[in-house]
C-alpha cells in the first residue's frame, strides 16, 4: 500500500496567488482529514469527510480556504488569496471506522505533508 | 468532551536511559487513546493504540503505554532511549460526536536524546 499521498511537498507562492494542495487517501479508508502545522499553533484540524461528504468544517480558518472531496480516492485543499500567515506545513490523513470494544474508533494515517511558504 | 493534555512540551534524556512522556486524558466515556510520533520533516506515524482490550499496550521501537484509568493517564515509555527516538510525540484521544469520529491531539512533546 502506498499509505496517503500529498501533492505537492513543497510549495512556495506570493501573496495573493490561488493554492491547491491534492490528497488521495488509502483505498477503503472511507474518512479524509485536513490538518495544518504550525510552530506557533502546533497541529490544527481544519475540516473532515467521511464518505466524501464534508462533516465539520469549524477549523477552516476563513473564506479563504475551501475543500472538496468529489470521490473516494482525491481531495483538494485550496487557499484562494494567500497570505503569508498561511505559511505552515498541510497534513492529510485518512481513516477507516474499526468496530471497538465501547463502540467504533478511527485510526489516522498521514501523508508526509506540503510544506507551504508563502511570500 | 474528550481531550488530551500532555504534560511537558521539551524532554531531554541521555542515550541509553529510561524514557517517559506524559499524557493525561479526559472523556466522559471509555477513551481510545494513541500515541503519534513525527520525525523532522514527515509525517505523524502511529506509534501504538489503546482500544479497550489489555491496559498495557506495545507499539514499535519498543515504546510501551499503560491505560490507567484510575489516574486517566496514557503514559508513554521506552526502556533506553535511541538517538533515533528524538522526534515529536502526540497523544491523542478519540472523540465520537454527531455520528462520526475524530482525534483530539494533544500539544505535543519534543524528546531529545543526547549521547
Known amino acids: 500500500d502506498a499509505g496517503v499521498i500529498q501533492s505537492p511537498r513543497h510549495e512556495v507562492t506570493e501573496m495573493g496567488q490561488e493554492v491547491t494542495l491534492r490528497c488521495k487517501p488509502i483505498?477503503?479508508?472511507?474518512?479524509l482529514f485536513w490538518y495544518r502545522q504550525t510552530m506557533m499553533r502546533g497541529l490544527e484540524l481544519l475540516i473532515y469527510?467521511?464518505?466524501?461528504?464534508?462533516?465539520?468544517d469549524s477549523g477552516m480558518p476563513e473564506d479563504r480556504f475551501s475543500a472538496k472531496m468529489p470521490n473516494a480516492s482525491f481531495s483538494t485543499l485550496k487557499i484562494q488569496p494567500s497570505e503569508p500567515r498561511d505559511s505552515a506545513v498541510y497534513f492529510c490523513?485518512?481513516?477507516?471506522?474499526?468496530?471497538?470494544?465501547?463502540?467504533?474508533?478511527?485510526?489516522?494515517?498521514f501523508g508526509p505533508g506540503t510544506r507551504l511558504t508563502v511570500l | 468532551a474528550q481531550s488530551v493534555t500532555q504534560l511537558g512540551s521539551h524532554v531531554s534524556v541521555s542515550e541509553g536511559a529510561l524514557v517517559l512522556l506524559r499524557c493525561n486524558y479526559s472523556?466522559?466515556?471509555?477513551?481510545?487513546l494513541f500515541w503519534y510520533v513525527q520525525y523532522p520533516n514527515q509525517g505523524l506515524q502511529l506509534l501504538l493504540k489503546?482500544?479497550?482490550?489489555?491496559?498495557l499496550v506495545k507499539g514499535i521501537n519498543g515504546f510501551e503505554a499503560e491505560f490507567k484509568k484510575s489516574e486517566t493517564s496514557f503514559h508513554l515509555t521506552k526502556p533506553s532511549a535511541h538517538m533515533s527516538d528524538a522526534a515529536e510525540y502526540f497523544c491523542?484521544?478519540?472523540?465520537?460526536?454527531?455520528?462520526?469520529?475524530?482525534?483530539?491531539f494533544g500539544a505535543g512533546t519534543r524528546l531529545a536524546v543526547h549521547p
Open positions: 491523542a484521544v478519540n472523540k465520537f460526536s454527531g455520528g462520526y469520529n475524530k482525534l483530539i
Open positions: 472523556s466522559s466515556v471509555p477513551p481510545y
Open positions: 483505498s477503503g479508508h472511507n474518512s
Open positions: 490523513a485518512s481513516s477507516k471506522i474499526h468496530p471497538g470494544l465501547a463502540g467504533a474508533y478511527n485510526e489516522q494515517f
Open positions: 469527510f467521511n464518505n466524501n461528504v464534508p462533516i465539520d
Open positions: 489503546y482500544t479497550s482490550a489489555a491496559t
